[in-house]
């Protein structure tokens, strides 16, 4: 099992970010196609078709989130800046070595995704079911 770990500099402040990783508003706007919370766990959907449960474990508002991701476990670290933004912390743990560079690919698309998506107000995903990561689009 081996760990990723990427950081990601925004200009929004961490309640916005917190409220894009915590609602399923925000959630939607970055990261699945849709997605519904029932008590501690997500239901999400993303554009192949492909569905997952997963638990939330820990949420410390404006600070943390963690959460169990593909029997993976998921942390988001926050760091207020004094200039308003944001430094976040990205940390997969416990992901299969076989799974590792898909995983680690994965996870710019969705940080870069947030960062436009929070910063900019722009969804780069095309939301299009037949041009999927499956297909080798990286605008998934």
């Known amino acids: 099992m081996k ?3 990427w950081k990601l500099h925004l ?3 961490p309640n916005s970010v917190f409220n894009f990783l915590t609602t399923s508003s925000g959630r939607s706007k970055f990261w699945c196609e849709n997605e519904v919370e029932k008590g501690n766990i997500i239901q999400f959907l ?3 078709g492909q569905t997952y449960d997963s638990q939330i474990i820990k949420i410390t508002p404006n600070k943390e989130f963690h959460l169990d991701y593909f029997n993976s476990l998921v942390k988001f670290l926050l760091i207020p800046l004094e200039n308003g ?3 976040l912390t990205l940390i997969n743990e416990n992901v299969p070595e076989s799974e590792f560079c898909e995983t680690k ?4 698309s969705v940080l870069m995704n947030l960062k436009a998506t929070a910063d900019f107000q722009c969804d780069l995903r095309n939301h299009n079911p037949g041009k ?3 297909q080798g689009y990286a605008d998934n």
């Open 105 to 108: 690919a994965g996870w710019v």
């Open 85 to 87: 933004g944001t430094d």
């Open 3 to 5: 760990t990723i770990t």
């Open 132 to 134: 999927t990561w499956d």
């Open 46 to 48: 993303f554009p192949n």
């Open 11 to 13: 200009k929004s402040d």
